[in-house]
């Protein structure tokens, strides 16, 4: 499957973006997908994830409640809503599917580029 993010941007502290990530290439309701994270200098870190079917959701503990990931199988896409964004949301947000559990990271194998979202202070 192919994943290409969209939507990234600069925004102030507590302002909300949207991602959208859409999928080609193989059938987008046979995925888990997530979102990850990566800063300048560290590693990536998981976001948030979502099943194949929208119905369950699993969220890293520094976005919940302020980050929403969602998903439209009949568009093949992901978004994650991001709200009162802090600058420590600041990062390369990627887009990735999984053919297993959502919630086990190891096996997001099919990534895309990659947005960037930057929260200015």
């Known amino acids: 499957v192919q994943l290409v993010e969209s939507g990234g941007g600069l925004v102030q502290i507590g302002d909300s973006l949207r991602l959208s990530c859409q999928a080609s290439g193989s059938t987008f309701s046979n995925y888990a997908m997530a979102w990850f994270r990566q800063a300048p200098g560290e590693e990536r870190d998981f976001v948030a994830a979502?099943?194949?079917?929208?119905?369950?959701?699993h969220y890293a503990d520094s976005v919940k409640g302020r980050f929403t990931i969602s998903r439209d199988n009949t568009k093949n896409t992901v978004y994650l809503q991001m709200n009162s964004l802090k600058p420590e949301d600041t990062a390369v947000y990627y887009c990735?599917?999984?053919?297993?559990?959502?919630?086990?990271?190891?096996?997001?194998?099919?990534w895309g580029q990659g947005t960037q979202v930057t929260v200015s202070p």
């Open positions: 979502i099943n194949w079917s929208g119905l369950s959701t």
């Open positions: 990735a599917a999984s053919r297993g559990p959502l919630t086990l990271t190891s096996m997001y194998d099919s």
